[in-house]
């Protein structure tokens, strides 16, 4: 499922990124509040975001993800970045073991195609729950 990007919305930081995921986590069915989502953001370069597409719908406490599915939307629609982001339905925001994984694979996967991971969000239940950025803890580099 995408969902259109009619403002010229742009990211600065995972902040940003998060309050905005909150909100597309809100007009989620009840039932699937419980589920695991995982989202790819495509970024132009000036990091207007051009589409944002829920790419796995999981379960409790998992969702299946591959680096194939990820980068197809970000090759097709010709993006010069992305941006991933998942809640964890507990309310923790801490990295699972997993978490960590699909992060490494997504980021050399990404540098193979030119087409850089930026970050890695990870959002809580609701917004004012914290939430975590790889990015800002040193896991991704530029």
Known sequence: MEIKVRDKIKVSGPQEV????YDVLALEP???LEKEHFWLLGLRANNGIKFIEL????T???????PREVFRPAVIKAVASVIVVHNHPSGTTSPSNEDRGITKRLREAGKLMDIPLLDHIIIGRESGDSWY???EEGLIDD
């Open 55 to 58: 790419i796995s719908l999981g």
């Open 133 to 135: 950025s790889f990015k």
């Open 18 to 21: 998060a309050e905005l995921m």
């Open 30 to 32: 009840e039932l699937d």
């Open 60 to 66: 409790l406490n998992a969702s299946l993800v591959h």
